[in-house]
């Protein structure tokens, strides 16, 4: 019996030495989502917001274990709302059918974020860097996700799937720059 609990005691101190879980909700209200798109010739590179809906992060220490991101596709912004509208209908983003994006963390390793996105209703792997910090109250996230819109069903004027385009083709690339807070 002796001998069982000086087995033990060294696995129940590395247990109890291990970080507490704290769950973070992301703040909508501060956090901040820019999308660039860009033409596929020339230097045209359209740019707007989108806002969070909700999400969550959950941590051991710094360490990031898990998280969950929903983006209300509804707010995507630009200053001419012609064009903001064209994205929020069925050619791209389709918004009253998919009314939100989610993206779920399954990794965090090296400031490298792994993860699935649902977009438009399709699944797929991502993978981007991810800054973060302390903040007062909880933690910033920042980074840039680049992303293929056409692996998503996003084909409207992609050179890939049209021919003879010209200046209308858009190119399948496109990059959401996110400063999140979590509290």
């Known amino acids: ?90 050619d791209f983003f389709d918004v009253s059918k998919y009314p939100t994006a989610v993206f779920e963390l399954t990794e965090f390793h090296g400031g490298q974020a792994t993860g699935t996105l649902t977009l438009k209703g399709v699944t797929k792997p991502v993978a981007f860097p991810v800054t973060v910090t302390p903040a007062p109250g909880g933690l910033r996230l920042r980074g840039t996700a680049n992303l293929d819109r056409t692996q998503f069903g996003i084909n409207y004027n992609s050179t890939a799937f049209f021919q003879n385009l010209g200046s209308y083709a858009i190119r399948n690339d496109f990059q959401i720059a996110f400063d999140v807070l979590a509290r």
């Open 1 to 90: 019996m002796k001998k069982l609990l000086i087995l033990l005691l060294p696995c129940l101190a590395l247990l109890a030495a291990r970080p507490a879980t704290t769950t973070y909700r992301l703040d909508a209200e501060t956090s901040a989502l820019t999308w660039t798109g860009h033409a596929e010739a020339g230097s045209w590179a359209p740019q707007g917001t989108i806002r969070l809906r909700e999400g969550r992060v959950l941590t051991d220490g710094q360490t990031v274990r898990a998280a969950r991101v929903v983006v209300d596709m509804i707010t995507i912004t630009h200053e001419k709302a012609d064009l903001a509208e064209h994205l929020r209908g069925a």
